[in-house]
């Protein structure tokens, strides 16, 4: 698994576009109204545009830059496109075929994770998305977007367990000794993707950590609940995960009256449950981006520890999921 697979103005398609001047690579039509996969695609798509802006972002970004070697003898002005693939989590055959005005319209997922791959920003981000003939996505606190800082800090630690969330608890990009370390938390949909809804609807969610330390953990995480609510109202993701936790988990329930906010771990220690290396006592410190919306969370143990030498023996575990 990788973790980058793990966003300036400008202006769209349909802002005073050029005629489209290559008449081999007509752009893509959009759907008609009513036949378009969720009411997203808006406009067509532009082959030429979008295969011109991934190649001057993909040329702009360094080797270094994403956390991966320069090597002696490259040539190539920037990134390699197998090299885009591999941090979007895409065949390098897809990618090059997209470069090359001849790919399929990518789906919304694919956007994202090029978008996180390319380090764009919101605005970049955006504007890829409306050349691909979709909707721009939302700019809410909840979105998948990462920071292009946040992303070159990971792309930086990748001999440390560390991993990107959101506000809900949603892990967006791990590096590979995270899911060494964790477990891939990247997979899950629907409500499943905020650690919170499977921690009080699952009990799978509690294996990593000891039974003593479960308590806090609840309260932790119902607190940083709660933060969401608040700032992103009940009409919000937040809100209807609220909803099913409170139909579904006493616990919760009980909890979420008690109105708690900002409960932290005692010098934000964290203990792991390894099923191979057995206890790490950690801390995990956290870096966010500035609306508080996005925590970088870096695993760490004190020198000379037992944890220490732990964490030195998960490279060998490599960046298989341990607790599948």
Excluded at 67 to 88: F, N, Q
Excluded at 135 to 142: A, G
Excluded at 164 to 174: D, H, R, Y
Excluded at 224 to 236: K, N, P, V
Aim: neutral net charge.
């Amino acid at each position: 698994m990788n973790p980058g697979a793990r966003r300036d103005p400008v202006a769209g398609p349909e802002a005073g576009r050029l005629p489209y001047a290559d008449p081999g690579n007509p752009p893509v039509p959009a759907a008609p109204p009513g036949m378009r996969g969720g009411g997203r695609t808006i406009t067509p798509m532009d082959r030429a545009q979008l295969a011109d802006f991934l190649r001057t972002r993909r040329e702009a970004l360094q080797p270094e830059d994403v956390g991966l070697p320069r090597g002696a003898r490259r040539r190539t002005r920037g990134l390699r496109r197998e090299e885009v693939a591999v941090l979007c989590g895409m065949s390098a055959d897809y990618y090059a075929r997209i470069e090359q005005r001849r790919g399929p319209m990518p789906s919304e997922p694919m956007l994202a994770a090029l978008a996180r791959g390319l380090h764009l920003t919101l605005d970049e981000r955006d504007h890829l998305f409306r050349m691909a003939g979709h909707n721009t996505p939302s700019r809410r606190p909840d979105t998948d977007h990462v920071p292009p800082g946040m992303m070159r800090v990971l792309d930086r630690l990748q001999d440390t367990p560390a991993q990107i969330v959101n506000s809900l608890a949603e892990t967006l990009v791990q590096t590979p000794l995270a899911v060494a370390l964790i477990g891939d938390e990247t997979g899950f949909t629907g409500m499943d993707r905020s650690l919170v809804h499977r921690w009080f609807t699952d009990p799978y969610a509690r294996r990593i950590y000891p039974e003593d330390d479960h308590p806090m953990h609840s309260r932790l995480l119902t607190s940083e609940l709660r933060t969401a609510y608040s700032r992103q109202g009940a009409d919000s993701r937040a809100g209807r995960i609220v909803d099913a936790l409170l139909d579904r988990s006493e616990e919760f329930a009980a909890l979420w009256s008690a109105h708690e906010i900002g409960v932290r771990r005692e010098g934000d220690r964290k203990r792991i449950r390894h099923p191979e290396l057995g206890i790490l006592d950690l801390r995990c410190q956290a870096l966010y981006d500035a609306d508080q919306t996005r925590g970088l969370l870096v695993f760490t143990a004190t020198p000379g520890t037992e944890s220490h030498e732990k964490l030195g023996l998960l490279a060998a575990v490599g960046d298989r999921d341990p607790h599948r």
